[in-house]
């Protein structure tokens, strides 16, 4: 099978190997020149022609179809991942639901679907897994899966704690491994989205950004020179009680205006029923504050200053200026756009750089392709078990 040669191609290498150090920045970077890529890896253009050979010759990297730099003599072509060589799978877990995505080389979703957990017993979550990739496609079709989660994962991908399932150190990754022989990797649900930030999405060539998600929660995760910081702590959602309104409501641990209380979808949607006795979805009272709804404008508008409270927290305090907005609840941003930037200004020194804000795609897919992200990752780094 062609994926498999391919997947053999490049999990042959060692993982610390200049051919795998080429294949991620061409991945990340790519289309990019043979210049570029020699000047960036610290190689002679030989040297670089030498080791991109066997990946060009097992299909991992191609000539793009962009012509690059015009140049005297053959155009020559930028190099490329082959972005159909691999197969993902990516698994994001909630209390309810495995949904799941299906993706090329470059995090691009091909497949999407969704098996509801019968239960949070292990092995139904484990069958609800297996079942949700199945649904994708026959299981040597993938080179790996990614699975992510809001909790405390391991270094070696076992579960260290995740609330919302009721589990404490259930080794999740051996698991699906057994059902499914394929390489398998856990990751924490906000680690995972920032990672696919970095390689795949707005996040690409920024030395340090933050990505802030609003969703069931509110989420925060950070790269700093590259590296994104995560400490199994990350896993703690530490974000979500961070207080944002003083005179807000409380949260079910008894803050008084933390991020929980104020900012996530369950959070806004009780403060306009609170206030209307109207039970509505969430999309719904953004679209009501869009028309002009009072109560529901004014719901809108405070938890858009909180958000900007935050992002403004966010990039004080790490001393980043590109902050990157995610999640099934960044709509918020656009209904409340001025509040958002006006708690941003406020809050920030005149003379700071801006804070670029950077709004990502609000589909809840985006979490089970940064499943995906890891497990493609963790290919290239040569990592993935
Ligand atoms: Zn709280």
Not at 15 to 41: K, N
Not at 199 to 216: H, I, N, Q, S, Y
Not at 295 to 314: D, K, Q, T
């Amino acid at each position: 099978m062609r994926g498999g040669v391919v997947v053999d191609a490049v999990s042959s290498l060692a993982p610390s190997s200049p051919a795998r150090a080429l294949a991620r920045e061409v991945l990340i970077r790519g289309p990019i020149s043979r210049g570029d890529l020699a000047t960036r890896l610290g190689l002679s253009v030989a040297s670089l022609t030498r080791l991109s050979r066997p990946l060009l010759d097992a299909g991992v990297l191609r000539e793009s179809e962009e012509a690059g730099a015009a140049s005297i003599g053959r155009p020559v072509r930028p190099l490329e991942v082959s972005p159909d060589a691999h197969r993902f799978a990516g698994v994001k877990l909630t209390g309810d639901t495995a949904s799941a995505v299906a993706t090329n080389f470059r995090a691009d979703v091909v497949g999407a679907g969704e098996r509801t957990l019968p239960g949070h017993a292990v092995e139904d979550v484990v069958g609800a897994i297996v079942d949700a990739v199945a649904d994708l496609g026959a299981m040597d079709r993938f080179s790996g899966i990614g699975i992510s989660i809001g909790g405390r994962v391991n270094a070696d991908s076992s579960v260290l704690r995740a609330p919302f399932l009721g589990w404490r150190d259930v080794p999740l990754a051996d698991l699906v491994q057994q059902r499914t022989g394929l390489p398998v990797v856990v990751e924490n649900d906000v680690v995972a989205l920032t990672i696919a930030e970095q390689w795949f999405g707005a996040g690409r060539g920024e030395k340090d950004f933050a990505v802030l998600t609003v969703g069931a929660g509110v989420g925060y995760g950070l790269v700093i020179n590259d590296v994104v910081i995560a400490p199994p702590d990350a896993g703690l959602g530490l974000v979500g009680h961070f207080p944002l309104e003083p005179d807000g409501p409380r949260c079910t641990d008894g803050h008084r205006g933390c991020s929980s209380a104020v900012l996530t979808i369950p959070a806004i949607r009780s403060r306009f029923a609170a206030s209307t006795g109207d039970q509505r979805s969430y999309e719904e009272v953004l679209a009501l504050a869009a028309q002009g709804h009072p109560v529901a404008g004014a719901v809108v508008e405070s938890a858009g200053a909180a958000l900007g409270l935050l992002v403004s927290a966010v990039a004080n305090l790490t001393m980043v200026d590109l902050v990157i907005l995610s999640g099934e609840g960044m709509a918020l941003a656009d209904v409340a756009a001025p509040s958002l930037h006006a708690a941003i200004d406020a809050h920030r020194d005149p003379e700071a750089s801006p804070v670029r804000l950077s709004r990502q795609p609000t589909d809840f897919a985006q979490w089970a392709r940064g499943a995906a992200a890891v497990a493609i990752q963790r290919t290239i780094l040569g990592t993935l078990r």
